[in-house]
Structure formats: structure tokens, C-alpha cells
């Protein structure tokens, strides 16, 4: 099975707030998009974003420039769905990260469980490339990952477990850590998850 196809299969089979990373109010991600103070009329990009509630609260809280993207299209209906008319003031983009060909230029990269799922370094570097294409010099790269000692699989996936010096050593150089986060996520069934929470911002 594609990636797309498991993807769509998980999202038209369970509601969203059932899935594993359901999150009523992303308090970590928000937190640190604050703290990279950005304006609201700056460029987002939410990576994996698909049903996730973050895009409601940018929206909310005033953010203009918005963009969601996620390999599944059902992911993104409920997403459209739920916002209704502000559905309109964002832009979705339908597409697999390590095939994703990048038009423009974010000043903040937010993924909350992507590229823990990229296992193989072929498609991690392809993730890296991309990231130094598509965020602008000072800009912030925000990503949350199964932490050490955390979850091994999600969905019934592999996936790699980091933490800051693993992920610092994978994104490169240009990339300087700057904050970072430990969260006990608590699925919808009640497991506990350990996640980190990582702030870079790319030099240049």
C-alpha cells in the first residue's frame, strides 16, 4: 500500500478527534510559534497538518498567510469541512513531503509527527533539501517527534525516535536549535506518549 492510499484508508476509517494525535488544542506548537514572534501577516506552512486543529487557532488568532499540507485529501476535507467559509483565506496543498516541489518561501515550518515517519535517509535528505528551499534566511523550523524511550510505531508504521542532539545532527548546520519542549501526549485512548517539541531557526 502507497503511503497516500494508508493515509487516506486511516482518515476515512476513524473520526479525527479518534486518531492517536488527536489534540483538542495544540498548546505546544501554538506556544512556540508565539515565542518565534513571527507577524501574523508572516508565511506558515503546517507540514502533516491534514485534520489538526493548529490551522483553526492561526486563523483564529489573525495569521493571513496560512498554508496546510498533508498527503491525504480526506485528512484535508475535514479540515475544510470543520472551518467552513475560512476555509477559503487557506491554502491546501494535497501532496507527499518527499515529493513536494516548493513555490514559494516560508518564514515559519511547522510539523508535528512527519518526519518521524521518513526511515528511510533517501527520504530524509529530500525532506532536508526541501527545508532549506522553502524556509527563508532567519526563518524557524518548528518539529515535534517521538521522543527516546517513546513509541516505536504510529499507525501501525515505523518510525525513528529523536531527540535535540539526533535531530541537530540530521538537520545540519544551518539549523540552530533554540528552544525545545517535552510533552506527554495522551492519545484519545488514554496512552501516554513521550514527544519532543524542537525549535530551530535557519541561518543565513
Known amino acids: 500500500m502507497s503511503r497516500k492510499s494508508h493515509w487516506d484508508t486511516v482518515y476515512k476509517g476513524k473520526a479525527d478527534n479518534e486518531v492517536s494525535w ?3 488544542k ?10 518565534s514572534g513571527m507577524s501574523r501577516s508572516g508565511s506558515i506552512i503546517d507540514v502533516g497538518g491534514g485534520a489538526s486543529l493548529l490551522v483553526d487557532y492561526l486563523v483564529h488568532d489573525g495569521f493571513k498567510n496560512i498554508t496546510v499540507l498533508d498527503i491525504s485529501s480526506a485528512a484535508l476535507r475535514v479540515a475544510q469541512k470543520r472551518l467552513g467559509e475560512s476555509a477559503k483565506s487557506v491554502d491546501w496543498i494535497e501532496a507527499d513531503i518527499t515529493q513536494f516541489q516548493c513555490a514559494q518561501a516560508f ?34 523550523l518548528i518539529i515535534a517527534a ?3 524511550g517513546g513509541p516505536k510505531k504510529c499507525s501501525g508504521l515505523d518510525i525513528v525516535q529523536y531527540d535535540a542532539a539526533k535531530l541537530s545532527r ?5 539549523f540552530i536549535l533554540v528552544e525545545q519542549e517535552d510533552e506527554a501526549h495522551i492519545t484519545p485512548g488514554g496512552k501516554v506518549q513521550a514527544f519532543g517539541y524542537y525549535r530551530f531557526k535557519k541561518q543565513g
Open 22 to 24: 488527536y489534540q483538542s
Open 26 to 35: 495544540p498548546e505546544l506548537s501554538l506556544r512556540l510559534i508565539a515565542d
Open 107 to 140: 518564514d515559519l515550518w511547522h510539523d508535528r509527527a512527519v518526519f518521524h515517519f521518513l526511515i528511510q535517509a533517501s527520504d530524509r535528505k529530500k525532506y532536508i533539501d526541501l527545508l532549506h528551499q522553502a524556509i527563508r534566511p532567519g526563518g524557524h
Open 146 to 148: 517521538f521522543a527516546i
Open 170 to 174: 540530521e538537520l545540519g548546520e544551518a
